[in-house]
């Protein structure tokens, strides 16, 4: 049977689509610090929002990164007193 115009417009739609939320799971993944981070613009925020409310993996990979964020300020935020001075002693004795 003939293609219909209106088929025609329904399969690029369809592309347009996958094509849309593979560049928006690129985009998600390579930003999922900087949107945990505060710092995307709106428009990028916005746009890791739409995104991950239909992208399972990507919800996941936002939701791990605020996990790991949220166990790090237990962890000691600044060096041991003495372990620059050890590593430049050391330094010192290789050379």
């Not at 799971?25 to 990028?44: M, P, V």
């Not at 939701?63 to 330094?91: C, F, K, T």
């Amino acid at each position: 049977h003939p293609v219909r115009p209106s088929d025609v417009a329904h399969a690029r739609g369809i592309v347009d689509d996958v094509l849309r939320q593979m560049l928006d799971h690129r985009f998600t993944k390579a930003r999922a610090s900087q949107y945990i981070d505060g710092e995307l613009s709106t428009e990028g925020r916005r746009r890791v929002e739409r995104h991950t409310s239909v992208c399972p993996q990507c919800r996941a990979l936002i939701a791990s990164l605020r996990q790991m964020l949220e166990a790090l300020p237990g962890v000691a935020a600044s060096p041991r007193p003495g372990l620059a001075d050890g590593v430049v002693e050391r330094l010192r004795r290789e050379s």
